[in-house]
């Protein structure tokens, strides 16, 4: 992998599984390209739908130099619920299985393919224009980097993507070099799986050797019933992007990064599963843990540089049935922000995304004049960061109102398992989910669950705040105390 934008890090390690993964369609021609959506091959959960497309140089002597990827968040592939992140036991409820097919030859589109996938989901208008924007960035980046190759010449640019990549291997084992040679440990847990309200704990055992590092997850909770359970790619992944953190921006995004970094999965675990296991809330749950227990390791190495403990969830919200007021299906799905760790050098943000997902604020103006809700109220909640020296940052809340009748699915974490201070800092206060029926009757929801809702309900979300970092000033303590 040479070159990948950064906006979604659970991506960093899944991507160059899914170019893999596709090979085996090999060989290759102009016009080609590739979908899939497994999770066991090349995948990280089924409404990621990832394409591949090669890439050849422009003139009558057309040849390879590379391949493009792109990868989109389906709001529906299918499966038990809208949304298709389903309170599910095996991977088939989730949603329409792919495995790597070809969707265009020779740049003619397979018809029969794309209708198979079509009539999968519960919005194929929505998918058709999701899938006809993706075929488009494919495109421009099979143009793009043809230009680079007529610009340089093939061997040239072959020549300056291996520079790169080592230019990125060393500034990650430079910093590498920083960090204290040993072997430190962490352990964090999963408030439960969905399917049974048991913790599932994850351990890293990170061993640090000079300019190369070793994440081994022996230890870590075996695969469960529940969803949560991460394939490897995206474990990888969360890893990788804990290790760039330290790295830094200015180094470029790429496999030379990885390549100082040795991962060691346990098979059959909550963070290598076996193929058939349900895996939706792995990448969005699973993965934000995997990054807490990281950082939670090198903390101890690196006391004075790691942040507490943020929000730790993507705080999923899916919802869909029929809009009576547009007469058309719906489906709607999206992440809400928490609280940020605060860390050595002040408080954490309130209300953002962190870590593994990085997605925008969705108006409240675009669900309104798009799905039969309104949003009643959406504001930060004070004071749910950690107390410290630094105070973590706050969380969210966001109440949906229905006007018709919907199913919803939440899959959210910190429900009950706070996210951790660091330095005697607090930790942040944990998530709330509660349903106000129509009549006024209130109950609180469970973090993972699918239930009816009808017009005049309402449910509302409150994320996690991130821990504090450092001890609390004693309030009226002398000066100097």
Known sequence: ??????????????????????????????????????????????????????????????????????????????GMSPGSMPIATELIQEGLIIPPVRLYRRGQLNEDVQALIFRNVRTPDERRGDFEAQVAAQRLGERRLAALATKYGPRVLAKRMRELLDYAERLTRARL???????????????????????????????????EIEADFSGSSAERTGSVNAVAAVTRSAVYYAIFCLVGAGAPLNAGCFRPVRVVLPQASVVSPTPGHAVSAGN?????????????????????????????????????????????????????????????????????????????NTPVETIESTFPMRITQYNVRRGSGGMGLHRGGDGLRRSYEFLAPAQVTLMTERRTIRPWGLRDGEPGAAGNNSLTRGDGTASPLPGKATFQVQAGDTVTIETPGGGGWGRAPTPNAAPGA
């Open 284 to 360: 969005v749950e699973t993965s934000q843990r995997i990054v807490d227990v990281m950082l939670g390791a090198l903390a101890k190495a690196l006391p004075d540089v790691i942040p507490a403990a943020s929000s730790g969830s993507m705080n999923n919200v899916l919802i869909g049935g029929f809009d009576p007021y547009r007469q058309r299906p719906f489906t709607y799905y999206e992440t809400l922000g928490g609280g940020i760790g605060a860390g050595p050098n002040g408080p954490g943000l309130s209300g953002v995304h962190s870590h593994m997902t990085n997605t925008l």
């Open 177 to 211: 070099q920083r960090v204290p040679d040993g072997v430190y440990e962490f352990e964090d847990a999963l408030d439960d799986d969905g399917a049974t309200h048991e913790p599932v704990p994850i351990r890293v055992r990170l061993t640090v050797d000079g300019p």
């Open 1 to 78: 992998m040479v070159a990948q934008a950064a906006h979604i890090p659970v991506h960093l390690g899944a991507m160059p599984a899914s170019v893999e993964a596709v090979q085996t369609l090999a060989p290759f021609v102009p016009g080609d390209l590739m979908v899939l959506n497994d999770p066991y091959l090349g995948g990280s959960h089924l409404p990621d739908v990832t394409m591949v497309s090669p890439a050849f140089t422009d003139g009558p002597r057309r040849r390879l130099i590379g391949y493009v990827a792109s990868r989109a968040h389906q709001s529906d592939i299918g």
